[in-house]
């Protein structure tokens, strides 16, 4: 059968199968598996640690009555009260992620349905490691290509001609940013760093769907488009959701390419051309100057604090929804 | 009586007719969806090969032999340096990466109990969904200021071997996992005890696929800026020690983008890209190829 990836006896992804129960030397093991549960959990102490970590070094200030807010105002010469308001941040990061998630999902589930159901096994295995491949280039290159070949054909081209269409909807009106450099560009960009992971996990939601429910409607007469529509489709609802989320986590987190492209103002940005920012890229790039401001380091801290809580939150859904976690993109699909 | 019959004749007709039509239409869609479903491949992977294209025609003009040989030198020069420290950052973080995860992998997938094992699991993937940012300003508070070594090649590697931990655990996992029951059983019925079964059978069957899971985290490893900016710094000159600071070819990029086209340094970010290209292409086809041989090698033994 088709769906079913050679090397049968590899394990799908998600949670492998317990080994079997076999009592290698029963007496002994209960201590050396007590003192050596740690090492299983070496993960969940990385996580901890840097969390910790963080949250010692914030001193669990939070930044004042306007952390929450949405302002910011930094002045370096304390004359005037700073506001670090991480709101804004937020917004800006959603402004950029929502629509290059909402692109990258559809494009994935897509290419899923593709490498699944149509296509045969050798071209959707050259697919798949052609999509490992855009995940394995470096976000800096991307960023430089943003920057260098996209910005002036966005600013030239494609912001007048979605602006020409599209005017008329809310956020795509108003002035371009004639450097092409903005939150449109960061968008474009961060399709290709979300596709990779979205793909995968969609492709193995898609496989996983039981073979007994897709035979019988293949039985009844449905075609391939109707048996996934009707039922690969909503059978693997939850996992399409859960990729979504970890493709989510990915668009928040991404710091270098998005500062590379986005032009850096520290505002809401009144459509989608504008310069922006996002929580990611200012934490990367205002890490230099804050070295000679103790109080802009001490919100940088706690900028990152939250936007690790965000990464775990959308990553823990995501994982929770699929059965499949971020690091399926390479390890999950054509086996380990 | 013939007329009725002639009628339901007529009337089966009719219905043949219209459910011809009708399939004729579900395989006209099904079709449609086989083919107009392949144009997201052009559409993510056309901007892919422009970018591969665009970079090897901006970089390759100018690429010489000393480019490769030179260290950065006022505004020219060339990657010398920052190959060196790009290869003793990913050899160093590789290293500590690939004995914590195959370690934590191991122990998942044999030893810990069920509800350990999937915390540690969920876990894993948590670590690998954490922003590269936020690993970076952690080691740059712990590893540059906390133990006051400053930017060291050390605490780059360090921050980065955290960030491939994940990917290095999940394989040796699955890898592990994936020994047939029949290979422990005979280990078992010859009287090997848990040790000798994991070292002299598991290990060397689960060992291509904890390859690919090193193969790959060298790959992310070789791609990241954001934690090694504020732990490795920078530096013109090769490393001399642990505890110097260091350049990088991803680094090169983030800096020398911006500046003015007329310089050689802004030609340097092409050829830093160019290189990591190339490596990065290099490390995907080495990655297949283990992987296929891991396939074969799992495929002959269940059979």
Known sequence: ?336 | MTAALATDAAAVDDLVRASAGHMRRRLLLDRVARYGLLLPFVVVFFPLIDLLYWISETALPTFTWATLTQDQIGNGGGLHAMIIGTAVLIALATTIATLIGIAAGLYTAEYAPPAIARLGRTAGNVLAGVPAIVLGFWGYFLLVIYTGWGYTVLGGALTLSILMVPFIYRTSDLAFSAVPASQREAALAMGARRYQFLGRIALPIAIPGILTGVILAMAIGLGETAPLIYTAGWANVPLTGLFSPTSYLTGAIWLFYSQPPDIGLYALAFQAAFVLIVMVVAINVTLQAVAEHYRRRLRGLFS
């Open chain 1, 1 to 336: 059968m088709r769906e079913v990836p050679e090397g049968q006896p590899i394990p799908p992804a998600g949670p492998a199968p317990a080994p079997p129960a076999v009592p290698f030397s029963a007496s002994r093991t209960p201590l050396v598996q007590w003192l050596l549960s740690p090492i299983a959990l070496i993960p969940l102490l990385l996580v901890a640690f840097v969390a910790i970590f963080l949250l010692w070094k914030s001193q669990l200030v939070w930044f004042g009555p306007s952390f929450f807010g949405i302002n910011y105002f930094f002045d370096p010469t304390g004359l005037q009260p700073n506001q670090f308001g991480v709101t804004l941040f937020v917004v800006d990061s959603l402004i950029v992620a929502l629509p290059a998630l909402a692109i990258a999902a559809g494009l994935s589930l897509a290419m899923a349905v593709s490498i699944v159901v149509y296509l045969p096994p050798m071209p959707g295995r050259v697919l798949t490691i052609l999509t490992n491949l855009l995940a394995g280039i470096p976000s800096v290159v991307y960023g430089i290509w943003g920057y260098v070949v996209l910005a002036p054909y966005f600013g030239s081209t494609v912001q007048p001609a979605i602006f020409g269409f599209l005017g008329w909807i809310p956020g795509l009106g108003g002035p371009l940013s004639p450097g092409g450099v903005g939150s449109l560009l960061a968008i474009f960009i961060l399709i290709f760093m979300i596709v990779p992971i979205t793909t995968a996990v969609m492709r193995e939601s898609l496989r996983s769907v039981p073979h007994d429910l897709v035979e019988a409607g293949l039985a009844l007469g449905a075609t391939q488009w109707e048996v996934m529509r009707r039922i690969r489709l909503r059978v693997a609802r939850r996992g399409l959701w859960g990729a979504a989320f970890l493709g989510l986590g990915r668009a928040i987190g991404e710091s270098v390419a998005v500062a590379m492209v986005i032009g850096a103002s520290v505002w809401i940005p009144p459509n989608v051309y504008a310069p922006s920012t996002t929580l990611a890229s200012f934490i990367f790039y205002q890490l230099d100057s804050s070295f000679y401001y103790p109080v802009l380091l001490q919100a940088l801290i706690e900028f990152s604090l939250v936007l690790l809580g965000l990464a775990v939150l959308l990553n823990l859904i995501g994982q929770r929804a699929s059965g499949l976690g971020t690091t399926v993109v390479v390890t999950g699909g054509n086996g380990p």
